[in-house]
């Protein structure tokens, strides 16, 4: 039995050029994370599943036009997917051309045993910039402090930081937005000032560094839920420790 709210994954790297075997280490990473776990079908054009017995073979000749379709675990009880889309340059920090890799996966205890194992091989398989994995319940509510409302900026719940469009942030390293376990690569870390001892020890208490010299950080030790006032307080206090997020810092 999964709880109601599944989580929500996104990481941002580079984007596809000429193939490489990134979409592949980005699956792989997220199957060795989840024993069991195999992601071994694909959606056809009329939304129905077809199996992929050369799964590998096939995301590498994808890779090479620039793409990482969608593979999934067929189990309508415990459904898992992993995809990236091609994020063109209007749209990316800097005018660089991303990839954005997205996965979902049933919150249940498995998961969130896992789930920082999970950020961590989809993050460093992708090469990411950052990346980020939030409960759906609080990815709604931090989505809207980057959309625009009607009347112009965004309009944020709960007392959280409007942040600026994607391509209004001055650089890929930097991060758009916050979530309860976040990936930052070693780039993106120096960035944003990550860590200082002397100001961190609280953050750096649940947090690890990758094989790479990036970091997965966690902010609370149970799954983000902004009803939770003091998960709520946590995720305004590293906002407020971390101005270059969303891309806030004075130019």
């Known amino acids: 039995m999964t709880t109601q709210s599944p989580l929500i ?36 054009d009329r939304r129905r599943l077809s199996a992929l017995p050369q799964r590998d073979a096939w995301l590498t000749e994808e890779a090479t036009r620039g793409e990482f379709p969608m593979v999934c675990n067929n189990d309508e009880r415990y459904p898992v997917t992993i995809s990236g889309r091609h994020r063109s340059a209007y ?16 919150l249940d205890a498995a998961v969130i045993a896992a789930a920082v194992d999970v950020l961590e091989a989809v993050a460093e398989g992708a090469r990411a910039f950052w990346g980020q994995a939030t409960p759906d319940g609080a990815s709604g509510d931090i989505a809207e402090q980057i959309a625009p409302t009607l009347e112009g900026p965004p309009s944020p719940p709960r007392g959280l930081p409007a942040l600026k469009l994607f ?5 890929p390293e930097i991060p758009y937005y916050l979530g309860w376990l976040n990936y930052w690569s070693a780039t993106a870390a120096q960035a944003i000032g990550f860590p200082d001892p002397a100001r961190d020890s609280e953050l750096l208490s649940r947090a690890r560094r990758t094989a790479s010299g990036g970091w997965v950080v966690q902010l609370t030790d149970t799954p ?3 009803d939770n006032p003091e998960h709520l307080d946590t995720l305004k206090r590293t906002y407020e420790r971390f101005p270059e997020i969303g891309g806030r810092a004075a130019p």
Do not use: C, F
Request: no cysteine; hydrophobic share 40%; charged share 20%.
């Open 167 to 171: 391509e209004h942030i001055r650089s």
């Open 224 to 226: 983000l839920d902004l």
């Open 9 to 44: 994954l996104n990481v941002y790297a580079p984007a596809l050029v000429g193939g490489g075997n990134r979409t592949l280490a980005a699956v792989h990473g997220m199957e060795k994370a989840l024993p069991g776990l195999r992601l071994e079908w694909r959606v056809t």
């Open 91 to 106: 749209v990316s920090p800097g005018g660089r051309p991303q990839l954005q890799v997205h996965a979902k996966l049933p």
